[in-house]
């Protein structure tokens, strides 16, 4: 108690102390001062205890204002000399703004980088700079900033063009670049040093103190009194619900409040939770330090002194007092630089700059927040000591990086990463590692942190550990900044330059080498290995050095020396690597027709062997080099090609290759999959182009350098194949009869694996630098080769082709010259088609298709051939030439060993009897036949006439095999392989060679007869081909024949058939004449027969057409609708809506007291049912569900998951389509009616009131009696034929009756959020609401769609609506008749003043629809007891009548226009309308005075009268007609001019709607008197901003920006209203009103029904009645949620340019509103279909099962 008390005497004291305080007498005796720092100490030691910290709940809006008052004031009046205002507006208006815009993003922000000008990808802009510049019009890519870095707009290094945004245009008189300090007096400059120096010394102090309990000299307290903070830290490591847990137990606090402080921790990291003396906070810190430490580090917990920490709160304070006023000059920030980088006494690293990032790994969150924002908005911002302060870091870089390593916060809290705010700027980065060596200095201290090596020395990453994977991931860091140091390329070189990256280079290459060879693997033989190897973290490795591996060869490709050296060392590297593998390899000499080459002997099936070899690969990407640069035709003598060894440099490339076919080949199986996974990387995108890609170069650059016989045997050798081919009698077939089935299976397709290898060495040229080819030929390659699969989107296209550094394709550039776009539907996304030219580039070969791909190509363009008429040949495609370092690869094509195996397979393909070969093995064969032959072809056309050409493939293939064998020549194979029958597929490829042979032939005859250019070869083929086309020309007439044969043949039997069963025929053709004649007679042919919907000549149903027969889904029965038969149900579903809503601020009512018997024309809260329409027996329905429920039950003793639908809640889905369905509706037949004279308005309502008054005696004198009291009250007499005694008949069946009261309660329970009670006077009125409400909706959807009234609706809705009116007159059967009668009597009274009914309602308070509904479907309550033949019709029509004038009288009231000068006449058209409008709104005006405005032209009020009216009178014409059965008139099933006409016909009104009042004026004045006098009327029409006026407009979706980024940036404003000023982590968008919600997070979760639940699914009970479509804004999905449990994501109606959404953002293509999609949810919105989608989706998703969708 004693603290509280001091705390309450405190302020007073210190009022008045704090009153005497000037500012400017302080800093007029600071000025006078010998020992300055001093007495600023004293100052600050004196204040900030006394302002900061002085009890448990922080204050933070009148601690900053003390601070301001007594600790910045002096110091701002001290800097400026005179009042701080003037003299900071004055430094403003000297100073120059600066031309780097230097914004700090927030988290969430959205950021822009242009993909055409951008240097890097990390050179973004601010939204406001990129709306003023010119990138807004290139290809520019948007993301959301995860916060820190800032916008580059006027930093020239960081844009190719277009630095520049508007704003940030340099002047011309800016260009002379002087000193900022120049404007500023020297006086002033010296003041300012001085301050500068001692604040963020006493800052620097502070935020790195490690005292809990003393303060640094000078700084302590004047008294000190024993209070404690007990502070808690935050960590990486421990998770929400444990620190929650801890601090409940430690500090008992709530779960709120612990949520409060874990939240705050997480984001300031750190909190104090207690507060008092010494022992009470030592106490709570052990109790967190026990719950914490069991598996992990404990949380770290300090007591420290009230006084520290206050002075740590106000060091805060001082940074960002600094950073905010350097804004206010560059000169000031000049000297801010200057103090924060001088360096101290102790020499090295002894600047304050230095000591904050020294100490940075030990601060907490927040202070490392508020220091890195003041480097950046000052180091950062200055271009000189940007530079100075770089230099610090590069020399600190080893020190940083390994605190960073070791500490637990997340990168983005780190100092390392402003590397990238460095690093990236391409002439800092080349100074850093000129002088600082900086490339070395990074890749030494990666090195350095990966330690675990075997022991020839490389990486190895076995039995990885948590921590040793978090230290990992850390690490990675590293490379990141490599790679900003890598990513823009220089163009001029300097000696220093070369030689410090070369001096990178080795220790890169000493990196790689420690991964040559690397997790070696070897063959399982026997069992299955038992645990699977770590692989993941080398390919980790493998795919974040894969830029920088390119980023290296993109470097020494642009200098020649860095080249030539570069490949130097790479080459002694990789030889270092070779001298240490010996295991294996000893040596054996190969034969084979008639070559021989030395090799060694190795089986990849039983040795080691690895997948990662970067040495080789990287000698390989700069042997290409050498070619593309030409440097090896300039420069011979200085590389060192003569010494090279070829079969040393394809050894492992080719290992690698034949393990990739052995696995193919299921050798490996028993490997496990660590395997498969890793062949699978090797291929894939992401690794492939410094895998895969320099694999095959390698294989090249060594073949071009061997004899192709000699290449080709080494491959036979390492594909364990070579004693196939190199036996004698290989053709004729090598002994397989005793070999085992598998070795047979896993041999072909060795075979077929090398036969692909052979195909890619030779015609992969489009790699520049092995091809003549440019860049784009290769990427048109590659986009060519994946349109041929199928047309696909740009996001497939982009995922499948490889990104640079920079993330880019650069397939934008040559896409439209391959492809064409087409774009998307309101589904669906848009897709590229390949262009028709294209297609013969298709390679069925291309090395980069993986199996599938391949098999889905040849389909596709097989298939497109023969559409094309074209035979479906794929031969190969032609190719560009060979670069000459790599020209000698063609003759691999025509070598005597690749001869002898096509050969030997051609040759088991003609004798197919032993079956050991494959379909797939001769397809390559004659791919590769049909290379040679197109090369040979290519270099006879381009060869002069002097030259021989070399190239002689067709000669070879005709030459028969050698003396002792006599085999065959390849020609005569294939000739006779053309007539095969068992190679029916392979003919049109077979005569598509044996074509080129002999074109090549004649080309080869006329060279050597006469040059001739134009060659006859042409028209051989040309010959040929016109015999093809007559040949498929004569099959197609063929068939055409047979067809029309056979559909003569099959008329003609159905003419015979119709001739024998006559009679049948003829029966249905007289009944379909008779139902089309009676169908005329009821159509209107003349006015008085029109068709009438309601009154007594209303059209009736004759006994045929009341018959209704349906199926039952369940069973198959069939079953006629009877009120005494079975009953008949519809699946449906009820749910509150508030779609229609004009009021979502009302609060939704107490469910336990509400009334709902009059809706408010509002409609803020209604019940809509929807059905699927789909028809059971109601006993079939019982069985289902029943069946659900017990299924239901046995799950949850399983697992506890939600499905997509709650049985508790009485939910199901439909037997037939799986629609969410919550109950049945029991269908019933129509009334049956009679027809008399009957009496007119008045007589009519005299009679209805006597009837009331009779009723409502009867029901006192039950309650009378009921209470025992037995006085006689005065007994009106009943109307004649009313008998009271007379108990109802109930016409309908039990089961009938049953469903009646299933469905009534379902809807009351649904309704008003209730448990179910049938015997609630309210479950009739909660049904007619729902039946109002529906047809309300319907109508609105039918307006909103443009579809006419009737036959519009699908039959689903057609059957809800006519069960949901028919049900509505029947469920008075299965209520309490008086409780009924009761709510008519009330009804009436609402229309008809009735002196016993109480509060009645103010007539503008009523729906007057709804009152429709109620009062025609309650009567039959009250008609049951009348046997005097009065009909329900009159009844009917006389409500509709009272209505009607009602809504005119409530229109006329509330939503006449203001009048407008101008009165149009409408020429006398509707003259009487108009001034019958004209007479009853002066009557109205009688009534209620000044209210009402003058209107004098009846022209507008007709016109707004007839508006009006009409929703309420097609909700009428929809509701009746369902009701009553009544067939609709043609005019109303389609749009037009004649629609109020007729609808006045159907509903039995005078088109002049004002006659009605007319007609019956005696009845109807003193009514309308009585409803105008009502004690509300004046009130509401006071409050106009409460008055519905009508037409109600249909509720819209709010609207959605054109330009998504309009959306994140709003978003990025948004703060969590609950968590002070944070911004929020998932901000949402409600579309349905516009809110932006915190979702998804601690702090602004709330308590609904007993749960906690997050803001979305909170804000969906007071908006959406349970029902919720969000915007999940950093996401762009859309979030659909229903309820608690259910929620699903749907499409967000935004696309780019390609037609495709962007879920997450990932791509960051700009992004659209797409209309017609936002339209599709609207009307998703609109139908009450969310429940329904969500219920699909959760049943096609299982997953979206799992997530907790309240917590959203």
Known sequence: MAAAETDREVPSALCSEFLQFSAKDTAAKWLQANDLPKEVYQHLARYVPKIYCLGPNLNPQSEDLLAQLLLQAPLEWYLCGEEPSTGLAKLEQNNQPSQLCGHVFKVGEPTYSCRECAADPTCVLCMQCFLGSVHKEHRYRMTTSGGGGFCDCGDTEAWKKGPYCQKHEPNISDSLQEDPLANLSADMIARTYNIFSIILKYAVDMLTWDKEDELPQGLEPPERGDTYYCMLFNDEVHTYEQVIYTLQKAVNCTQKEAVSFATTVDRDGRKSVRFGDFQFCEQAKSVIVRN??????????????????????????????????????DALRRILCQVGLQKGPEGENSSLVDTLMLCDSKMWKGARNVYHQLFMSSLLMDLKYKKLFAIQFAKNYERLQSDYVKDDHDREFSITDLSVQMFTVPSLARMLITEENLMTTIIRTFVDHLRHRDLQGRFQFERYTAQQAFKFRRVQSLIGDLKYV????????????????????????????????????????????????????????????????????????????????????????????????????????????????????????????????????????????????EVAYRFPEQLPLSELSPPMLIEHPLRCLVLCAQVHAGMWRRNGFSLVNQIYYYHNVKCRVEMFDKDLMMLQAGASMMDPNHFLMIVLSRFELFHIFSSADCRKRYNRENANKDVVQQNSTLIEEMLHLIMMVVGERFASGIGQVENSDELKREIVHQLCIRPMAHSELVKALPENEN????????????????????????????????AKQFNLYFYHYSRADQSKAEEAQRKLKRQNGEDSALPPPALPPFCPLFASLVNILQCDVLLGMLGAVLQWAVEPSGGHWSESML?????????????????????????????????????????????????????????????????????????????????????AAAPSPEGSGHCQEETVRDKDKAERKRKAEMA???????????????????????????????????????????????????????????????????????????????????????????????????????????????????????????????????????IMHSHCWQRYFEAVQAKEQRRQQRLRVHTSYDVENGEFLCPLCECLSNTVIPLLPLAKTSCSEQPGLSQWLNTTSQQIKTLHAAHRKAKSATAGETQTLEDSPPPEGFRLDHTPVNPYSSSIKEMLTTFGTATYKVGLKVHPNEQDPRVPIMCWGSCAYTIQSIERLLVDEEKPLFGSLPCRQDDCLSSLARFGSACWTVSCLS???????????????????????????????????????????????????LSVDAAQLHFFHLVTVAHLVQILLTSVPVELTMDQESG????????????????????????????????????????????????????????????????????????????????CLPSNLLQLYYNYQDVLKPLVKGWCSHPGMRQCLQSPETLISFPRESNKLIELPEDYSALINQASSFTCPKSGGDKSRAPTLCLVCGTMLCSQSYCCQTELEGEDVGACTAHTFACGAGVGLFLRVRESQVLLLAGKTKGCFYAPPYLDDYGETDQGLRRGNPLHLCRERYRKIQKLWRQHSITEEIGHAQEANQTLVGIDWQHL
């Open 1040 to 1174: 055409r024949l047979r067809r029309e044969k056979i559909m003569a043949q099959m008329s003609e039997m159905q003419r015979h058939f119709i001739n024998e069963n006559k009679e049948l025929f003829q029966q249905s053709l007289e009944e379909l004449d008779a139902s089309t004649s009676t169908s005329q007679d009821h159509s209107p042919s003349s006015w008085d027969s029109a068709l009438v919907c309601v009154g007594p000549r209303r059209w009736r149903a004759g006994g045929g057409e009341r018959r209704q027969v349906v199926t039952c889904i369940l069973c198959q029965e069939e079953q006629e609708i009877r009120s005494d038969g079975r009953a008949m149900v519809l699946a449906a579903f009820v749910q509150r809506s508030t779609v229609m809503s004009k009021n979502r601020r009302r609060p939704p009512h107490n469910p336990e007291s509400y009334d709902p018997l009059f809706m408010h024309p509002d409609l803020s809260f209604g019940t809509h049912t929807g059905s699927c329409g789909h």
């Open 1379 to 1429: 409780t009924v009668q009761t709510h008519f009597i009330r009804l009436l009274a609402a229309l008809v003043p009735n002196p016993q009914v109480e509060n009645s309602p103010c007539l503008l308070d009523v729906d007057m629809f709804h009152l429709l509904v109620s009062l025609v479907l309650s009567y039959s309550a009250v008609h049951c007891l009348d046997s005097s033949g």
């Open 486 to 629: 890598l990513i823009s390329c220089p163009t001029e070189w300097t000696d220093k330059l070369r030689e410090k990256f070369l001096e990178g280079l080795d220790g890169f290459l000493e990196l790689l080498k420690c991964m040559q060879g690397m997790d070696p693997v070897v063959r399982q033989v026997g069992q299955h290995i038992e645990m699977e190897p770590e692989w993941e973290a080398a390919f980790t490795l493998q795919m974040k050095l894969t830029h920088i591996i390119s980023m290296m060869q993109e470097w020494c490709a642009s200098d020649e020396r860095v080249l030539i050296e570069a490949y130097k060392k790479c080459l002694t590297a990789l030889t270092h690597c070779h001298s240490g593998f010996t295991d294996g390899e000893q040596p054996i000499t190969l034969s084979m027709c008639g070559h021989s080459v030395d090799t060694i002997r190795y089986c990849v099936s039983q040795e080691k062997v690895s997948i990662h070899l970067p040495v080789s690969r990287l000698l390989a990407g700069l042997h290409v080099l050498l070619s593309k640069t």
């Open 923 to 1007: 397809q390559r064969v004659l791919h590769l036949i049909g290379m040679a032959l197109l090369e040979e072809q290519q270099q006879l056309e381009s060869s002069c006439e002097d030259n021989e050409v070399t190239f002689n493939f067709t000669l070879k293939i005709s030459r028969p095999g050698e003396a002792p064998s006599n085999t065959p020549s390849v020609l005569a194979l294939l000739e006779t392989l053309q007539n095969a029958p068992h190679l029916e597929v392979h003919k049109d490829i077979i005569r598509w060679i044996l074509k080129m042979v002999v074109n090549i032939k004649t080309m080869r005859e006329r060279t």
């Open 1468 to 1547: 006398g058209v509707e003259r009487e309308e108009e001034e019958g409008v004209c007479l009853f709104y002066n009557i109205l005006k009688t009534h209620l005075g000044s209210s009402l405005p003058e209107m004098s032209s009846g022209w507008h009020l007709w016109r707004c009268v007839k508006a009006s009216i009409l929703p309420y009178l097609r909700g009428a014409a929809l509701f009746f007609h369902h009701l009553n059965g009544v067939p609709t008139p043609p005019e109303l099933h389609a749009l037009g001019a004649g629609e109020w006409e007729a609808l006045c016909t159907y509903l």
């Open 807 to 838: 993330k880019e394709t650069g397939m934008e550039r040559v896409i439209d010259s391959v492809a064409s776009f087409k774009k998307p539907g309101v589904t669906g996304r848009g897709l590229y088609e390949l262009r028709p030219e294209c």
């Open 292 to 329: 914490t430490s069991r598996q992990t580090k404990p949380l770290r917990v300090q007591v420290m002194h009230s006084s520290v920490v206050a002075h740590q709160c106000f060091a805060l304070k001082a940074l960002a007092w600094l950073g905010h006023i350097i804004r206010y000059s």
